[in-house]
T-cell receptor, first 113, second 110 residues
Framework: DTAVSQTPKYLVTQMGNDKSIKCEQN?????MYWYKQDSKKFLKIMFS???????INETVPNRFSPKSPDKAHLNLHINSLELGDSAVYFC????????????FGQGTRLTVV | SQQGEEDPQALSIQEGENATMNCSYK?????LQWYRQNSGRGLVHLIL?????REKHSGRLRVTLDTSKKSSSLLITASRAADTASYFC??????????FGKGNQVVVIP
């Protein structure tokens, strides 16, 4: 069973479109993240949720809107996509109360053309 | 070494040699974690070392933590071709934030 799963794995879309990436974890974790990895492989935290509550919003444009319907899901919706949004987006989860490692999804490679 | 302002480092070694990479951070941490990323894949957790620990081992991996210098090192002993990957350190600062360094690209030549 996949611990953290994201869909889709690949996403190619035109500038100006709106798209969503979904993430689900079956580990019972209380904290979920979205990270953006650029072409230089730098991993930048975008959002952190704890028990469905937004904890961190790292100066991400308002076009990015995370939604956590429950503790096991954290989706990312992106409006008016721009060329600079092209990157690999990773979802991750962890148990903050137990101070343990994070588990990552396989990533979504977003290409905006 | 991995720091906020440097480009990712690259390391090329022969199979069987040891690989050492470093990580530095700026503010106090709860723990520090090392991850591996194979090309085109997600990140896989390797080892976690807590702020009150100084050294930890896991198989061929050895991690040290020096909180006075705010630095950590990852040593891979007897490297194998399968160790070729990018290695990242991540710091847990206790505020639901897990911050990553820029990574080290390691290439192990058979």
């Amino acid at each position: 069973d996949t611990a953290v799963s994201q869909t889709p794995k690949y996403l190619v879309t035109q500038m100006g479109n709106d798209k969503s990436i979904k993430c689900e974890q079956n580990l019972g974790h209380d904290t979920m993240y979205w990270y953006k990895q650029d072409s230089k492989k730098f991993l930048k935290i975008m959002f952190s949720y704890n028990n469905k509550e937004l904890i961190i919003n790292e100066t991400v444009p308002n076009r990015f809107s995370p939604k956590s319907p429950d503790k096991a899901h954290l989706n990312l919706h992106i409006n008016s996509l721009e060329l600079g949004d092209s990157a690999v987006y990773f979802c991750a989860s962890t148990s903050w109360t137990e101070n343990t490692e994070a588990f990552f999804g396989q990533g979504t490679r977003l290409t905006v053309v | 070494s991995q720091q906020g302002e440097e480009d990712p480092q690259a390391l090329s070694i022969q199979e069987g040699e040891n690989a050492t990479m470093n990580c530095s951070y700026k503010t106090s941490i709860n723990n520090l974690q090392w991850y591996r990323q194979n090309s085109g894949r997600g990140l896989v957790h390797l080892i976690l070392i807590r702020s009150n620990e100084r050294e930890k081992h896991s198989g061929r991996l050895r991690v040290t933590l020096d909180t006075s210098k705010k630095s950590s090192s990852l040593l891979i002993t007897a490297s194998r071709a399968a160790d070729t990957a990018s290695y990242f350190c991540a710091t847990d600062h206790g505020n639901n934030r897990l911050a990553f360094g820029k990574g080290n690209q390691v290439v192990v030549i058979p």
